[in-house]
């Protein structure tokens, strides 16, 4: 008994600690690198002190160092999640589970996930094991169009989750921002330029400003952190679905060109697809929403992605309302069917290395994050993925996963109850369930 708990101590501190970084040769892969191009055979990963040192085709290996034949699988970037609240959330419906919002307190922008985010909450493991090895974690609102900063989080099985604090602010417009202002648009609007002219007036004297006045929409602390934003130092993602919405939001780029806009959703963004690409704004999309669920979102289309894409806009996917704080796996799914659409008459979706660069580098690129993580480029972060089979058809699996050149375990909570009823032994199962 006691070696078992010394056993199982050993076990849980492994986990504790992220665990050291190997050198790994991957070799005789179908070689995705993630930045667009289509998979080549015979390729070769190398990874060493958790980066890639080389990928591609003819990469020699070096010597004593550990090798996995890929035996001909594809081998790839790991999947980076473009918009999620994994981590945050456990359970929607118990608050003491779901820390994706505020609640009933002072601050909005300045709030930041970093603190909340649960390394051992279950999706985290369940979305590892499906190759995702990193997302981007946002806050959800509550009584003002700013819900706070998000965070880039990695999806290792150990405790020092957060790759990037406060790395973007999130904001609601449209539908959700007018509610969060009182009802409509313009006052969301109204709030916006006021908030940016409160920023302004911190920057010229943080020590006078003046918080506490009956008149004041920000807090100090509010303030303090969408100075950042106003001084393009850190992106502004904004949740915007309705066409006329974006251009609202273009224009006030143009107003202030320092601010980095990214369009969250922008389910009718194909409808103003050039104007976009023409202002540089990034979008991450969701990716196949189709029906009208909204009155923003009347001019849904299966082709937005494709179109806007052809129409030069950065482009990648993303899940928010589509129960974003744990099915980032579904991302697999979506980019697959985008490749479909392109054999679908009329419609528009992206050739395949396009569609799988949606859910690796774009949205890396996204958050100003390209030269760190979602390719197989030398220098990024030594997240890869051997799969058994093209990883954007549904009944693909991951084989391997290793984040930031660790090799990590795919066992979750999935596994462990198919496992328990696929093969039940006596006594394992509750009560109920033996006969």
């Not at 199982?8 to 993630?34: D, R, S, Y």
């Not at 409808?271 to 969701?286: E, L, W």
């Not at 993303?318 to 679908?344: F, H």
């Not at 795919?410 to 394992?428: F, I, S, V």
């Amino acid at each position: 008994m006691k070696k078992q708990l010394l056993l199982a101590a050993t076990a849980a501190l492994a986990f504790a600690f992220p665990a050291t970084a190997q050198t790994v040769a991957i070799t005789n892969a179908k070689l995705v690198i993630g930045d667009g191009g289509q998979p080549v055979d015979g390729g070769t990963v190398v990874i060493r002190d958790g980066r890639v040192v080389a990928a591609g085709p003819g990469v020699a290996v070096p010597a004593g160092i550990r090798v996995i034949d890929a035996g001909g699988k594809w081998v790839s970037p790991g999947i980076f999640a473009g918009f999620t609240r994994m981590g945050i959330v456990e359970v929607d419906g118990v608050d003491q589970t779901n820390d994706s919002g505020p609640g009933n307190v002072g601050f909005h922008a300045a709030i930041d996930v970093t603190p909340a985010v649960n390394p051992k909450s279950t999706p985290i493991a369940i979305n590892r094991a499906e190759g995702i090895t990193r997302a981007v974690v946002a806050p959800d609102n509550s009584g003002s169009i700013f819900a706070g900063q998000g965070a880039i989080i990695d999806l290792g099985a150990d405790m020092d989750a957060v790759s990037k604090p406060r790395a973007f602010q999130f904001m609601e417009w449209g539908e959700s921002g007018a509610r969060a202002a009182g009802g409509s648009r313009p006052a969301a609007y109204a709030a916006l330029k006021n908030v940016l002219f409160e920023i302004r007036d911190y920057i010229r004297a943080p020590a006078s400003f003046n918080d506490r006045s009956k008149d004041a929409f920000l807090t100090r602390a509010d303030a303090e952190a969408l100075v950042p934003v106003l001084q393009g130092r850190t992106p502004l993602l904004v949740h915007v679905e309705r066409a006329s919405d974006m251009l609202v939001l273009l224009q006030l780029k143009k107003e202030i060109p320092t601010l980095k806009l990214v369009f969250v959703g922008a389910t009718e963004g194909w409808t103003v697809a050039p104007q976009i690409a023409a202002a540089g704004v990034p979008v991450i999309a969701t990716a196949l929403t189709d029906l009208p669920e909204s009155f923003e979102q009347l001019a849904a289309s299966q082709s937005n992605i494709g179109r806007m894409a052809a129409a030069g806009v950065t482009v990648a996917i993303g899940t928010i309302n589509q129960d974003e704080s744990r099915q980032a796996r579904w991302e697999k799914q979506y980019a697959g069917n985008l490749v479909a659409l392109t054999k679908v008459p009329g419609a528009t979706g992206l050739d395949w290395g396009a569609a799988f660069a949606a859910i690796t580098s774009k949205p890396a690129e996204v958050l100003g994050m390209g030269g760190e993580f979602g390719s197989l480029k030398p220098g990024r972060r030594g997240d890869v993925v051997i799969w058994d089979g093209d990883p954007l058809e549904i009944g693909t699996s991951a084989v391997n996963v290793f984040i930031d050149g660790v090799e990590q375990p795919l066992e979750n909570r999935w596994t462990r109850l198919r496992q328990r009823y696929l093969d039940p032994k006596e006594g394992a199962l509750p009560k109920a369930y033996q006969r």
